[in-house]
């Protein structure tokens, strides 16, 4: 029961990761649209691991392009 609750811990809403990379909310929206930022949605909501978030921050630290794509895919899909 504990590893759940530990595991559970490292997922993020938008506000606590906007929070955790101290920028505005809007610029996650915009990290997000632009596909930049390892996330996942859990139904219309979007969820962020901490350690791909910890992972990502440090590649743009050293201003390397990270290889890790997002979970999901971003926007609507089209009906054919």
Known sequence: MAQSVNQAAK???????????????????????QRQLPA??????????????DRWRAAMEEGVVPVEKPAVAHGRRRSA
């Open 11 to 33: 997922v993020l809403t938008v506000r606590e990761v906007s929070e955790y990379l101290r920028v505005h909310p809007s610029t996650i929206y915009r990290l997000l649209r």
């Open 40 to 53: 996942f949605r859990v139904g219309s909501d979007w969820r962020f691991n901490v350690e791909a978030i």
